[in-house]
């Protein structure tokens, strides 16, 4: 188990090519802003915290899945120009934070303005009187949620939620909910709480910032009260065009909510997706007074969507946050699949005997012969059979609706399951870093279990130990122990001998012949150590042929799939290479190298996503697939998130 740190992304998409050495696939990656001078992604950077006190602070953070420059931003309030000031970082990662002091002040009945180099509105907020002290912070999800008055100053630099009230307004339940800038300009407010909110006092204003707010009941139709669950819709009498934005102030001058839309975001209309929660996205029909319908692309706006979740945590079910989070690496490109991502399990789902917290769920496999079936590894040696019901994977209960506990060979131990692969022979391959009842002494090993065996608890056909190959991680330590099969994947001998893979062994081209009882294929195991893989050969007499290591270009690896449909072997790492999968290939010369890297969907939260798998080529439907992720602490977005406690994701990967 790896950890990390981070938060959701969130990026427009446009038609374009996935491309691989020789294949090329229809696809989608992130789109680059209108305005040239701009950088790319400005639109995904939000003021997220603000204080009028002393410091004057002010925090920004970067929803997007890229790096967003901030070389040359300027800031205003409501008393001067706009001045250039000295953040922390003139660059903002991915799900990052970047904090600076207010280079003319702050204080109350104030507003903060957030221009790009070239004079772009990037984000605003307003508040009244106090507003801002001890601080101003966005309490419900970093860079999405409501603005509410902290309960501390303490928090600038990492994520609001220790910083917010335990109670939260009302009124913070009120979001813009669609906006359409295609004629009539229209905005409409939605309700997601159980009571009536009055906005008689309520304003509007667009990203021009000579614009002065408009009164929401001044506008046409008029309306003075939002019912529990209910709409309100309005014209906007001060226009709205290509990238702009629409803030929503409360009768104190407070920031409710906002979005920012770029070239042709709002047309027909931009809209909330799911209803009233979730993150904006173009929609190909308007639905405007009522529940959205979340049909179209996710280009324009701040695109691509979260859906699903929901549920309470059961008992015991403790999500942990994500820590350690590295850079995404030189050269990696835009997720090319599709933007939106679904919520595919239920809530606290694989909490067992030895893992109650309900977290752990680490290496994914689809099962080549029956698509239909996805196997999960639980760190504290459980297996799990999945199955479709109703859009969510879910434990097949014919086989175990608990899961299966697994042990090493003899029946002993706690096998800290890791990684897993489907064989040819329809057994399944479970890596393990360590014995959790000794979990300080590496147990690097391979085991093969029979998913037809019967009874509840599995005990390997065979075992392969390559512990004395990793001294490295037999250091007394169990973080060391812990840092050692993440991943395996089962490669067929067919595409190695197809593409002329030189078997190191021998420095000639790979002939299977040469190793009568390692069936018909080899398995790469990714060390979590050093992102490297390993290739054994799995004799069926209990022994093992090594054929070396290969360099991924990452710093870890957290699961190892082949895909028939690109015919590439993938290493994924989660947060601690910023959710990033290679795609490996052999080269001209017979080696085993990266060929390209892709980012995760832009949505998706950064937290220790170690399990990824690819369905088949033959669940292609409109040129896609599915693609399955696991997070292995079940963080999500973070306490209060639809997110939080949920284990499994879904979203499209071209065919």
Request: glycine share 14%; charged share 15%; with cysteine.
């Amino acid at each position: 188990m790896s950890t990390s740190h981070s938060r959701a992304a969130v990026a427009s998409v446009c038609a374009t090519a996935l491309t691989l050495s020789g294949l090329l696939v229809t696809g989608v990656v992130a789109a680059q802003p209108a305005a040239a001078a701009d950088p790319v992604g400005y639109q995904n950077v939000r003021i997220n915290e603000v204080t009028s006190s002393n410091s004057d602070t002010v925090e920004l953070y970067n929803t997007g899945s890229t790096a967003v420059s901030i070389s040359g931003w300027k800031m205003s309030d409501d008393g001067f120009s706009p001045q250039t000031f000295s953040p922390s970082s003139s660059t903002i990662p991915a799900g990052g934070f970047v904090t600076f002091n207010s280079p003319k002040g702050l204080g109350d009945s104030d507003k903060l303005v957030i221009y790009t180099n070239s004079g772009t509105v990037v984000d605003r907020v307003e508040w009244a009187t106090g507003g801002a002290k001890p601080a101003m912070a966005r309490c419900g999800g970093d860079g999405t949620g409501a603005w509410v008055t902290a309960t501390s100053a303490s928090t600038f630099g990492t994520a609001n939620a220790s910083a917010c009230p335990s109670s939260i307004p009302a009124s913070s339940r009120v979001r813009i909910n669609e906006v359409t800038s295609d004629g009539a300009d229209t905005v409409e407010v939605y309700n997601g709480g159980t009571s009536a909110v009055s906005i008689g006092s309520w304003k509007y204003v667009d990203n021009d910032t000579a614009h002065s707010p408009v009164s929401i009941s001044s506008s046409s139709p008029s309306a003075t009260t939002i019912p529990a669950g209910g709409y309100v819709t309005f014209d906007s009498g001060l226009g709205l065009g290509d990238n702009d934005s629409v803030f929503l102030l409360d009768g104190n001058g407070n920031t409710v909510d906002s979005v920012t839309w770029t070239t042709d975001g709002a047309k027909p209309s931009d809209e909330r997706c799911a209803n009233g929660t979730g993150w904006f996205r173009t929609s190909t029909t308007a639905t405007l007074g009522g529940a959205n319908s979340c049909t179209g692309s996710s280009g324009g706006g701040t695109g691509g969507q979260l859906l699903g979740g929901g549920g309470s945590l059961t008992s015991g079910c403790t999500p942990e946050a994500p820590s350690s989070t590295g850079s995404v690496p030189s050269g990696t490109l835009a997720w090319p699949g599709g933007a939106d991502v679904t919520i595919a399990d239920d809530v606290c789902a694989f909490t067992t005997s030895t893992g109650p917290e309900g977290r752990d769920v680490s290496g994914l496999a689809f099962d080549p012969a029956n698509p239909s079936v996805l196997w999960a590894a639980k760190n504290k040696n459980w297996l799990y059979k999945l199955v479709k019901s109703n859009g969510k994977w879910v434990p097949d209960a014919s086989w175990s609706a608990a899961g299966k506990q697994i042990r090493f060979a003899g029946g002993t131990g706690q096998p800290d399951s890791e990684g897993l692969t489907v064989g040819a022979n329809g057994h399944i391959y479970v890596t393990s870093e360590r014995d959790n009842a000794n979990n300080t002494v590496p147990k690097d090993t391979i085991m093969e279990f029979d998913p037809t065996a019967t009874g509840s608890t599995l005990t390997p056909i065979h075992q392969w130990d390559m512990t004395s190959q990793f001294p490295q991680l037999n250091t007394g330590s169990k973080d060391d122990a812990n840092l050692g099969f993440e991943g395996v994947g089962y490669v067929p001998d067919s595409w190695l001998t197809a593409n002329g893979w030189v078997d190191p062994l021998t420095g000639a081209a790979y002939n299977p012949a040469n190793y009568p009882l390692h069936g018909s294929g080899l398995f790469f195991a990714g060390l979590e150590w050093d992102g490297t893989l390993h290739v054994y050969g799995l004799n069926s007499d209990g022994t093992f042929t090594t054929f070396g290591t290969i360099a991924t270009g990452k710093v870890s690896v957290m699961d190892v799939t082949f895909d028939a449909g690109t015919q590439r072997l993938i290493a994924t790492c989660d947060n601690t290479c910023g959710e990033t999968h290679t795609f490996m290939k052999v080269n001209a010369g017979g080696a085993i190298v990266p060929d390209v890297t892709y980012t995760n969907p832009a949505v998706m939260p950064t937290d220790n996503l170690e399990g990824f798998a690819v369905a088949p080529p033959q669940t292609c439907v409109n040129g896609f697939r599915e693609a399955v992720w696991s997070d292995d602490g079940i963080y999500g977005f973070g306490s209060g998130s639809s997110s939080y406690g949920h284990a499994i994701y879904s979203g499209a990967f071209p065919c």
